[in-house]
């Protein structure tokens, strides 16, 4: 069955520092991969998605993911975290079989000054 | 700017009413999800259609809940009769199904309160 993992419930940096929110899948066939963000109070919002191709996709906010097969992982990552980075993030795969994505248990980003 | 509405916003209510949760998918989107999310549970996917037909609701009790489409522009969540179990946000998503690209717009979601 396809399945991701967040292994982080919640993760800390201090702003201007590098970030990483941890995603690793199990998908039988190519993963089409997702990343969303909820802020308080609001739906997910899409990130970015990879479905082939170049290994590091970018996405909105200056967030980039990389894919990595050998360890199934598709790790969130920024460069230099800002404050209104804090928020929820989801990592989720597309069940190949439907239309439906697969989400993880959320990754809690906390962003201090 | 398309977005996915969903009305109401809040919704309070005793146990035993009926609550009907509403959603408009963005126009020209082929598939409506919806999710149930909760601190306890996470974000859960409860039914989804596509072009209409719902393809899957085993996330959904069946014996309180329903969810239609009686038509393009708008998606029902029903729960006959609530419970206080049922205080969750409830989103609505809608989405474009080709090949390859499975981006789900997400509304700002529905806060049920059962009381």
């Known amino acids: 069955a396809q399945s991701v993992a967040q292994p982080e419930d919640q993760v800390n940096v201090a702003e201007g520092n590098p970030l990483t929110v941890k995603c690793t899948y199990s998908?039988?066939?190519?993963?089409?991969l997702f990343w969303y963000v909820q802020y308080p109070n609001r739906g997910l919002q899409f990130l970015l998605k990879?479905?082939?191709?170049?290994?590091l996709v970018k996405g909105s906010y200056g967030f980039e993911a990389e894919f990595n097969k050998s360890q199934t992982s598709f790790h969130l990552k920024k460069p230099s975290a800002l404050v209104s980075d804090s928020a929820l993030y989801f990592c989720?795969?597309?069940?190949?079989?439907?239309?439906?994505?697969?989400f993880g248990t959320g990754t809690r980003l906390q962003v201090f000054p | 700017d398309a977005r996915v509405t969903q009305t109401p916003r809040h919704k309070v209510t005793e146990m035993g009413q009926e609550v009907t949760m509403r959603c408009q998918p963005i126009?020209?989107?082929?598939?409506v999800f919806w999710y149930r999310q909760t601190m306890m549970q996470g974000l859960e996917l409860l039914a989804y259609f596509r072009n209409r037909a719902p393809l899957d609701d085993s996330g959904m009790p069946k014996d309180r809940f329903s969810a239609e489409m009686p038509d393009a522009t708008l998606a029902t969540l029903k729960i006959q009769p609530s419970e206080p179990r049922d205080s969750a946000v409830y989103f609505c998503a809608s989405g474009l199904e080709r090949a390859g690209s499975n981006e789900q717009f997400f509304g700002p979601g529905t806060r049920l309160t059962v009381l």
């Open positions: 126009l020209g989107h082929n598939t």
């Open positions: 989720a795969v597309r069940d190949p079989l439907a239309d439906k994505l697969i």
């Open positions: 998908v039988s066939g190519n993963p089409y």
């Open positions: 990879y479905i082939t191709g170049d290994n």
